[in-house]
């Protein structure tokens, strides 16, 4: 039979104590049986110190594993989260929770629970010193008791004692949670019976949450430099995309790129829809966002960064004090600091661009101007040499050639000229201000096309031209020199005649164009009141036809029946109507001296009112 020491090896139960003593002292005597009887008390004394120590090193190895689970918890709410439910494992309790103090209202609240029945007890917050919780969160010191309701140990409220009673809690036990030095929270166990709680299971929480508050600080600790990491992830890519932006931006400049091309690199380094307006607010580059950005614009120019809008930014321009163009950002998120600086980066490229064409375009135009005079001076320079200048300006006018002379209003001179220039540009020709006037040669055969393209050009930079045009066949001779001569005599006559905003050649303006080379329109409306105000004056009272009757009759030669015929009326109609032109002109208007002043009169006043 095994003796109690074998019994201890072999962890038997204690029934096999039992057995073990009774069999043993069978025939023993008084004094033997009390010797095996004490040998009986101390193997039961070993064997309560094993189990305890094993049960002791249980706890310890569950403690340290947690504990170990625990530091490879990076994310704070996960970690409180696996806090809670390896205290309840540990402690095999009904709940767990946890608390953290708020120094700012002086209480601690329910950060994460285990077991909770109610949301009401997960939603608790308690005042510093009050309940058991709140007196651990103020003391620091651990706390238990095994009927809460009945122990006024504790400052009982009634809201905290209905959450308490709504979890059917009776025995808790609390543990502070210190960091260094400071209480930060609490830790606390739940049964709901009444029940105590032993040293070991006080030493087994306190433990725990010192373990806890490590493993808590740590993964703080780790979320701190993971959103370090980020930031700086974020800030090392929004200076590579700052570099990119640079780059492409410089190699645009390098390269004569235009604002077309700066909103497609803008666009493309910063994820958007980026467009391009002129101050007037054109749409200069990109497509048009649909958003409300012309309020925004002032305060762009004023403070020279990005203003925010309702759905991207704007960033205007600015070559010194002068606003040339405003950029707009459509975005559906916002964009970060790097980004609105790449932005503002583009805009002074945009300026930049701007100013370069501009310096450009001025010096073309001066080139231009230059070669332009030249070319419509008469002068004994070679020709030869004039056709060289011509295509080293990137110009063609061999063979068939078209003038026009427009006179500007209502637009700067200067812009008038340029929108001239960037016509003939694209027409191969030239283009430029000569003696007063915008002056243009391109090639063609259509004088009246070319006169209402400058029209148009000249428009679209806000202001009016009155244009005459005429051709030409080479710019070898002094052809060239008579056209433009032409062309600026029909603007004349076009002018003189008070016919603004016209284009004009030589045949639609027949011997007027010859006759008022030197005179104003004050003169001509003088001239043609004096001859015929009285006829016209008494049609526009009476509403008859003097006027008509009058032309016809020196178209007809002074023939009467062929007037009434071309009038439709009968001849005695005729008759009257002369008499009374007679009455209004006074005698002799028949003689022909004075009817050839009249005829011309007839015609001017034609031509004016066409």
């Given at each position: 039979m095994p003796?109690?020491?074998?019994?201890?090896?072999?962890?038997?139960?204690?029934?096999?104590?039992?057995?073990?003593?009774?069999?043993?002292?069978?025939?023993?005597g008084a004094a033997e049986a009390a010797a095996l009887r004490a040998e009986y008390d101390v193997a039961l004394r070993l064997r309560d110190l094993i189990t305890r120590m094993r049960s002791r090193e249980a706890e310890l190895s569950a403690l340290y594993e947690t504990a170990s689970d625990l530091t490879a918890i990076r994310d704070v709410d996960t970690i409180l989260a696996a806090i809670v439910r390896r205290a309840r494992q540990l402690l095999h309790c009904d709940m767990t929770y946890l608390s953290l103090n708020d120094a700012a209202s002086g209480a601690s609240f329910m950060k994460v629970t285990d077991g909770a029945l109610t949301r009401e007890f997960q939603n608790l917050r308690l005042p510093l010193g009050t309940g058991l919780l709140g007196l651990v969160a103020q003391t620091g010191a651990a706390y238990f008791t095994e009927d809460y309701a009945t122990d006024d140990r504790f400052v009982h409220k009634g809201w905290i004692d209905e959450a308490v009673a709504g979890e059917q809690i009776r025995a808790i036990l609390g543990v502070p949670l210190v960091l260094d030095g400071v209480v930060i929270g609490a830790l606390l166990a739940v049964h709901r019976s009444v029940r105590r709680f032993p040293q070991a299971e006080v030493s087994l929480l306190t433990s725990f949450a010192a373990h806890a508050v490590v493993a808590l600080e740590n993964a703080r600790l780790f979320a701190e430099l993971d959103e370090a990491n980020r930031s700086l992830t974020r800030h090392t890519e929004a200076v590579d995309a700052a570099a990119l932006a640079h780059d492409r931006l410089t190699d645009l400049l390098i390269g004569g790129g235009g604002v077309a091309e700066v909103a497609e690199v803008l666009s493309g380094v910063l994820d958007a829809a980026v467009s391009i307006w002129t101050p007037t607010g054109e749409l200069e580059a990109g497509e048009d966002p649909g958003l409300a950005w012309t309020d925004a614009v002032a305060g762009a120019v004023t403070s020279g960064r990005s203003v925010a809008i309702d759905g991207g930014l704007v960033a205007a321009a600015r070559a010194g004090t002068e606003h040339v163009a405003t950029l707009v950002v459509r975005r559906d998120d916002a964009l970060d600091l790097a980004g609105r600086r790449t932005l503002e980066r583009g805009a002074l490229v945009t300026a930049l661009v701007l100013l370069f064409a501009r310096s450009v375009t001025d010096a073309e135009e001066r080139l231009g101007g230059q070669l332009l005079a030249d070319l419509l001076e008469p002068g004994d320079g070679s020709r030869d040499r004039l056709r060289d200048r011509v295509r080293r300006h990137s110009a063609s006018l061999d063979g068939p050639l078209v003038v026009a002379a427009a006179a500007v209003d209502g637009a700067d001179p200067h812009r008038a000229g340029r929108a001239a220039v960037g016509l003939a540009r694209r027409m191969s020709g030239l283009a430029?201000?000569?003696?007063?006037?915008?002056?243009?040669?391109?090639?063609?055969?259509?004088?009246?096309?070319?006169?209402?393209?400058?029209?148009?050009?000249?428009?679209?930079?806000?202001?009016?031209?009155?244009?005459?045009v005429a051709a030409t066949d080479d710019t070898l001779d002094d052809r060239l020199v008579a056209a433009h001569a032409e062309a600026r005599r029909c603007l004349d006559t076009l002018l003189r005649l008070g016919r603004l905003?016209?284009?004009?050649?030589?045949?639609?303006?027949?011997?007027?164009?010859?006759?008022?080379?030197?005179?104003?329109?004050?003169?001509?409306?003088?001239?043609?009141?004096?001859?015929?105000?009285?006829?016209?004056?008494?049609?526009?009272?009476?509403?008859?036809?003097?006027?008509?009757?009058?032309?016809?009759?020196?178209?007809?030669?002074?023939?009467?029946k062929e007037t009434a015929s071309a009038l439709h009326v009968h001849p005695n109609?005729?008759?009257?109507?002369?008499?009374?032109?007679?009455?209004?002109?006074?005698d002799g208007w028949r003689e022909p001296a004075r009817s050839l002043d009249l005829q011309l009169a007839l015609r001017l006043a034609r031509l004016r009112d066409a």
């Open positions: 003796s109690f020491l074998d019994l201890l090896y072999d962890e038997a139960p204690l029934a096999a104590f039992d057995e073990h003593l009774a069999h043993a002292e069978r025939g023993l430029g201000e000569h003696r007063g006037v915008v002056v243009a040669v391109v090639p063609g055969d259509d004088p009246r096309r070319l006169g209402a393209d400058l029209q148009a050009a000249i428009a679209a930079a806000g202001g009016r031209a009155t244009v005459g905003g016209e284009v004009s050649d030589p045949a639609g303006l027949g011997v007027a164009r010859l006759l008022l080379g030197d005179n104003d329109p004050e003169h001509v409306a003088a001239f043609v009141d004096t001859m015929i105000g009285p006829v016209r004056e008494w049609d526009e009272r009476r509403g008859t036809g003097l006027v008509d009757t009058l032309e016809e009759w020196f178209a007809s030669g002074g023939r009467l109609t005729v008759t009257q109507r002369l008499e009374r032109i007679g009455e209004l002109l006074g």
